[in-house]
């Protein structure tokens, strides 16, 4: 199995900066991606950011310029750099790993916990 943990969350105002961090252990092999989601109250979880292990990155347009993930693959972590923080980026933050495995290949996603972010005005 895989556990995923998150965290770097916290209260900031905005335009400050957070970084959130993740950490995957346990069978961490055919690894497609590693990404954050986030869901806001009331809301539908939405894909901030991902990286595939061929380094392809994408981000939601929301924090295009704002935001920026990174990974260490030796580490097994993945890292999202928030900058220029707003109220609308409040949220509970989710790391998320993806793997492709099978014949035929099949995608299956593991979570974490969520870490919460919550921005000021």
Excluded at 8 to 31: F, P
Excluded at 65 to 89: C, W
Aim: hydrophobic share 30%; proline share 2%; with cysteine.
């Amino acid at each position: 199995q895989v556990q995923l943990v998150e965290s770097g969350g916290g209260l900031v105002q905005a335009g400050e900066s957070l970084r959130l961090s993740c950490v995957a252990s346990g069978t961490t092999s055919s690894i497609h991606s590693m990404g954050w989601y986030r869901q806001a109250p009331g809301k539908q979880r939405e894909l901030v950011a991902e990286i595939s292990s061929a380094g392809s990155i994408n981000y939601a347009d929301s924090v295009k310029g704002r935001f920026h993930i990174s990974r260490d693959n030796a580490k097994n972590t993945v890292y999202l750099q928030m900058n220029s923080l707003k109220p609308e980026d409040t949220a509970d933050y989710y790391c998320n790993l993806r793997r492709l495995l099978g014949l035929p290949a099949k995608l299956y996603d593991y979570w974490g916990q969520g870490t919460q972010v919550t921005v000021s005005s």
